[in-house]
Nanobody, 114 residues
């Protein structure tokens, strides 16, 4: 069973940056669309960004221009670089395949204070 492990979260002030990483225990990302999701406190999990099999990037409007997603299939790793963080970005962040979800990892907490 594939395991996904996210890391890199933390508590920051508004305007600061963080870079999240997600490592898979097997090469499940190769050749597939991948994504970052987040679950704000008391809310449902939501899509944040994705990269298609053909390397097309998608960002939800609320993070477009501030977040950059990348992938390194050789390292079985996804990244999410987050700049100019806002309090509304506070959430637990998860990675997964975009369309064929694997068991969810523990996520990594991001807390942004104003």
């Amino acid at each position: 069973q594939v395991q996904l492990v996210e890391s890199g979260g933390g508590s920051v002030q508004a305007g600061e940056s963080l870079k999240l990483s997600c490592v898979a225990s097997a090469g499940v990302f190769t050749g597939r669309a991948v994504a970052w999701y987040r679950q704000p406190p008391g809310q449902e999990r939501e899509l944040v960004a994705s990269i298609s099999r053909t390397s097309q990037e998608f960002y939800v409007p609320s993070v477009s221009g501030r977040f950059t997603m990348s992938r390194d299939d050789a390292k079985r790793t996804l990244y999410l670089e987050m700049t100019n963080l806002k309090p509304e970005d506070t959430a637990v962040y998860y990675c997964n395949l975009r369309y064929f979800e694997q068991p969810w990892g523990p996520g990594t907490q991001v807390a942004v204070s104003s």
